[in-house]
T-cell receptor, first 115, second 114 residues
Framework: AQKITQTQPGMFVQEKEAVTLDCTYD???????LFWYKQPSSGEMIFLIY??????QNATEGRYSLNFQKARKSANLVISASQLGDSAMYFC????????????FGKGTRLSVIA | DSGVTQTPKHLITATGQRVTLRCSPR?????VYWYQQSLDQGLQFLIQ???????AKGNILERFSAQQFPDLHSELNLSSLELGDSALYFCASSETDSTNSPLHFGNGTRLTVT
């Protein structure tokens, strides 16, 4: 069963606008971590933001924030004030505590920022 | 720059051959992970080492093997290569093995099998 679902293969956003990238996950663990990574066309994977399952506040890192809704098992990434350099693939990932499971990735969303 | 170094950046080889990919983790990171990224399979976890010992194993083929050395660098060996092994291979490292320790990825090695 797929643990991470990113339903938007591609998204477009106007420069300076905000955009939300969707991520839902599936786990029976109570303790887990959620991550977002950015992969530009150059290929590297860049860590953006982390949210722990017990964190009460939504995580924020600069222009990135994570809209965490535990009951709905969703962890959407919000990028505010989009820039042309934000054009990239974005991956949602989860790591469960039990069973020493690795970081599992979704299939990604390709974001294109338009001038 | 993540601080994780992978060599080589590109590798082109023929079917049936064997290659070794090398990874130096960030200074102070004890855990090393290998991932394979292909268009059809996405990012697939292969194997994890923690302080020299194998910690977790994913969808790693028997033709593939890895190890982490005392200086914490790691190598991924791919043998009897097939066309389908063409992919981007990432190494990542993390400070600890805990759930909240983010993985920091190298720039990857792009393997092309012809």
């Amino acid at each position: 069963a797929q643990k991470i679902t990113q339903t938007q293969p591609g998204m477009f956003v106007q420069e300076k606008e905000a955009v939300t990238l969707d991520c839902t996950y599936d786990t029976s663990d109570q303790s887990y971590g959620l991550f977002w990574y950015k992969q530009p066309s150059s290929g590297e994977m860049i860590f953006l933001i982390y949210q722990g399952s017990y964190d009460e506040q939504n995580a924020t890192e600069g222009r990135y924030s994570l809209n965490f809704q535990k009951a709905r098992k969703s962890a959407n990434l919000v990028i505010s004030a989009s820039q042309l350099g934000d054009s990239a693939m974005y991956f949602c990932a989860m790591r469960e505590v039990s069973g020493n499971t690795p970081l599992v990735f979704g299939k990604g969303t390709r974001l294109s920022v338009i001038a | 720059d993540s601080g994780v170094t992978q060599t080589p950046k590109h590798l082109i080889t023929a079917t049936g051959q064997r290659v070794t990919l090398r990874c130096s983790p960030r200074s102070g990171d004890l855990s090393v992970y290998w991932y394979q990224q292909s268009l059809d399979q996405g990012l697939q976890f292969l194997i994890q080492y923690y302080n020299g010992e194998e910690r977790a194993k994913g969808n790693i083929l028997e033709r593939f093997s890895a190890q982490q050395f005392p200086d914490l660098h790691s190598e991924l060996n791919l043998s009897s290569l097939e066309l389908g092994d063409s992919a981007l291979y990432f190494c990542a490292s993390s400070e600890t093995d805990s759930t909240n320790s983010p993985l920091h990825f190298g720039n990857g090695t792009r393997l092309t099998v012809t």
